[in-house]
């Protein structure tokens, strides 16, 4: 019998570790709050697909039993079952704790909840529950069919048990992972690139350098695959420009402070690839 997960949020992280599990051999139980949300994430998964399947990587055969493994609800309480729930929402604290909140009294005692906060501290999510113990980082990168790497991060409670949990299932999905020790905001990845990102918009901001040469001097100089605003543009400024504000409220450290370009860009729309225009242009 296939182990019962239940992801809480049907956006591109929701809907890429649903299918990455589902792919794995976990049912998967996809929950949003509306059909147009489900839908629009069961749109995302079969087109990761369908480009797994014209490049070889997957067999139609596979692609059909994966898909039979996800179903979709609207209420939260369809979690009720799972041994493991993966929160992957807005990055916002109260939204987040909202969830928290609910899911502690939807499961059983040995559910593992786990979040997919990028910057917040875990603990900050754990405390609204009875059960800190029992709950877990899991930073997903995305787009996540595509990237290897899961940060398992505990909180000041976060059990043994359940970070061998954590580490069971995602490296059921395919992935490495790495551990976070010690719950600082943006845990090692995020404040990693938005320290570079806040310094890259900088540079590019004052006139030091353009977008592009930023980027390649990352490139070539670092051998990194992609430069600081060519991965802020993928990411997502918003997403970036949140993150980025969450460390440095808890922090205070003024390297992680947002730079004036980044609130404009988000107030004008320019957002990245997924408004065709962020540092670079995607026309």
């Known amino acids: 019998m296939a182990r019962k997960l239940a992801v809480v949020g049907a ?24 059909q147009e949300a489900l839908g629009r994430g069961l749109k995302n998964i079969e087109s990761s697909w369908a480009k797994f399947t014209e490049k070889g990587k997957l067999s139609a055969q596979q692609v059909a039993e994966a898909r039979e493994r996800i179903e979709t609800a609207t209420e939260l309480d369809a979690v009720a079952g799972a041994e493991f729930v993966v929160e992957a929402v ?52 995305s787009p996540v069919p595509m990237m290897a790497l899961c940060e398992l991060v505990r909180g000041l409670k976060t059990s043994d048990e359940t970070l061998a949990a954590a580490r069971e299932f995602a490296e059921s999905t395919g992935k490495t992972c790495i551990v976070v020790s010690r719950d600082v905001a943006g845990f090692v990845t995020t404040r990693l690139i938005s320290a570079l990102v806040v310094e890259a918009v900088r540079l590019y901001e004052s006139g030091v350098a353009s977008a592009e040469d930023i980027d390649l001097a990352c490139r070539l100089g670092f051998g990194h695959t992609m ?32 730079p004036e370009l980044m609130r404009r860009m988000v107030d004008a729309g320019d957002l990245g690839r997924k ?3 962020g540092f670079h242009s995607y026309d």
Not at 15 to 21: E, F, L, R, Y
Not at 236 to 252: P, W
């Open 227 to 258: 430069g600081p605003l060519a991965t802020a543009d993928l990411t997502g400024v918003d997403v970036l420009l949140h993150a980025t504000e969450n460390i440095y409220t808890e922090s205070r450290d003024e390297k992680f402070a947002p």
């Open 11 to 34: 956006g591109l992280m929701g809907s890429g570790i649903a299918q990455v599990a589902a792919q794995a051999g976990w049912a998967v139980t996809l929950v949003d709050t509306t």
């Open 90 to 141: 807005y990055e916002q604290v109260e939204i987040k704790q909202s969830i928290f909140r609910a899911l502690d009294g939807l499961v059983g005692e040995d559910t593992v909840l786990a979040s997919n906060t990028s910057a917040i501290p875990l603990t900050k999510l754990a405390a609204v529950t009875s059960r800190p113990e029992r709950v877990v980082g899991t930073h997903f990168f």
């Open 275 to 277: 408004a065709g225009r």
